[in-house]
């Protein structure tokens, strides 16, 4: 009888030993640290691409967050009674064309204001706006909507010729924010798309 006691009193310390150990075990297992910073992985694959209106482009018709508003207001102030529209288109080459022609080139035209221009430099300046004291710079843009894209379908071309669509750009003088950050603008001649064009080449035959 006292045999069978002690087998049931060390079987019971046998069996609550392995739980405590299976129980420090898990313990154990909910406090690793692993050493080091802990990466974010929202930015494993780099920075979210923040997708910018105005990449590729020679001009921009969004309003930057910074844009020095009140200083241009100020500059235009009781100048003058009736809108102004600017720019000065400079003429720099006559092959434009007329704009009722269709080329077959597919457009996109707008006509809104321009509050940051560039040259073929890539200098970049911003554009002075001030509607509310009818001062405004506004271009009729047209540009392409596939550069490299066959043109003068309805008409058949030459068998050894390839007609393509290339967007032509003209020179606007701006009146712009002065980089000496003075209350005066300065101008500075920018490059637009003004048109887009039907080009031909010769086919090259082998």
């Given at each position: 009888m006292?045999?069978?006691?002690r087998f049931?009193f060390?079987?019971?310390c046998?069996?609550?030993?392995?739980i405590?150990?299976?129980?420090?075990?898990d313990d154990?297992?909910t406090?690793?640290?692993?050493p080091?910073p802990?990466?974010?992985?929202s930015t494993?694959?780099g920075t979210?691409?923040?997708?910018d209106?105005?990449a590729g482009?020679?001009?921009?018709?969004?309003?930057?967050?910074?844009?020095?508003?009140?200083?241009f207001?100020?500059?235009?102030e009781g100048?003058y009674k009736?809108?102004?529209?600017?720019?000065t288109?400079?003429m720099?080459?006559?092959?434009?064309?007329?704009?009722?022609?269709?080329?077959?080139c597919e457009?996109?035209v707008?006509y809104e204001p321009?509050?940051?221009?560039?040259?073929?430099?890539g200098?970049?300046?911003?554009v002075?706006?001030?509607p509310?004291?009818?001062f405004?710079?506004?271009?009729r843009?047209?540009t392409?909507?596939?550069i490299g894209?066959s043109c003068?379908?309805?008409f058949?071309?030459p068998?050894?010729?390839?007609?393509?669509?290339?967007?032509t750009y003209?020179v606007w003088?701006?009146?712009?924010h002065?980089?000496?950050g003075?209350s005066?603008p300065a101008?500075f001649?920018?490059?637009?798309p003004i048109?887009?064009?039907c080009?031909?080449k010769?086919i090259k035959r082998?």
């Amino acid at each position: 009888m006292f045999v069978g006691i002690r087998f049931v009193f060390i079987a019971l310390c046998s069996f609550q030993l392995s739980i405590a150990a299976v129980t420090k075990k898990d313990d154990d297992y909910t406090k690793i640290v692993f050493p080091g910073p802990i990466q974010d992985l929202s930015t494993r694959y780099g920075t979210p691409n923040k997708t910018d209106p105005c990449a590729g482009l020679t001009y921009c018709t969004v309003k930057p967050d910074d844009y020095p508003q009140e200083l241009f207001n100020k500059m235009f102030e009781g100048k003058y009674k009736e809108p102004i529209y600017q720019p000065t288109y400079i003429m720099t080459d006559d092959r434009q064309g007329d704009p009722d022609e269709v080329d077959n080139c597919e457009v996109t035209v707008t006509y809104e204001p321009l509050y940051k221009v560039s040259n073929k430099q890539g200098v970049w300046r911003t554009v002075v706006q001030a509607p509310e004291k009818n001062f405004l710079q506004m271009v009729r843009l047209e540009t392409c909507n596939e550069i490299g894209s066959s043109c003068f379908e309805p008409f058949q071309a030459p068998v050894d010729l390839q007609t393509s669509c290339k967007q032509t750009y003209g020179v606007w003088e701006f009146l712009v924010h002065a980089e000496d950050g003075s209350s005066e603008p300065a101008k500075f001649k920018a490059d637009l798309p003004i048109c887009c064009s039907c080009h031909y080449k010769p086919i090259k035959r082998e």
